[in-house]
Nanobody
Framework: QVRLVESGGGLVQAGGSLRLSCVVS????????VGWFRQAPGKEREFVAG????????YYIDSVKGRFTISRDNAKNTAYLQMNTLKPEDTAVYYC?????????????????WGQGTQVTVSS
């Protein structure tokens, strides 16, 4: 059983930073690609960033490149999303997701495991 628990969301002013954490239960973390998705009100859930099981590959959507960094610590069963220079349009519920294997590119339609989500609100 794979269980994901996110933390670190909150309210921040534009230009500020937040770091999201995703703790994954079980002994399989090192075999999982992990990604972060977000969903704003009235919009579809979108892929934001992903990282391969060993951390050798990372992927980002264009709108967050240079501002967000995804990383992982396999010894702690934890993935992170460091978000800098936040903008109001980054406001959304952020979800951690995981799937076995792969290269870090995850699809919302096929990913196997989801966290419960954490709210990120960026005020202007």
């Amino acid at each position: 059983q794979v269980r994901l628990v996110e933390s670190g969301g909150g309210l921040v002013q534009a230009g500020g930073s937040l770091r999201l954490s995703c703790v994954v239960s079980g002994r399989t973390f090192g075999t999982l690609s992990v990604g972060w998705f977000r969903q704003a009100p009235g919009k579809e859930r979108e892929f934001v960033a992903g990282i391969s099981p060993r951390g050798s590959s990372t992927y980002y959507i264009d709108s967050v490149k240079g501002r967000f960094t995804i990383s992982r610590d396999n010894a702690k069963n934890t993935a992170y999303l460091q978000m800098n220079t936040l903008k109001p349009e980054d406001t959304a519920v952020y979800y951690c997701a995981a799937d076995f294997g792969g290269n870090g590119r995850l699809s919302a339609r096929s990913v196997g495991y989801w966290g419960q989500g954490t709210q990120v609100t960026v005020s202007s």
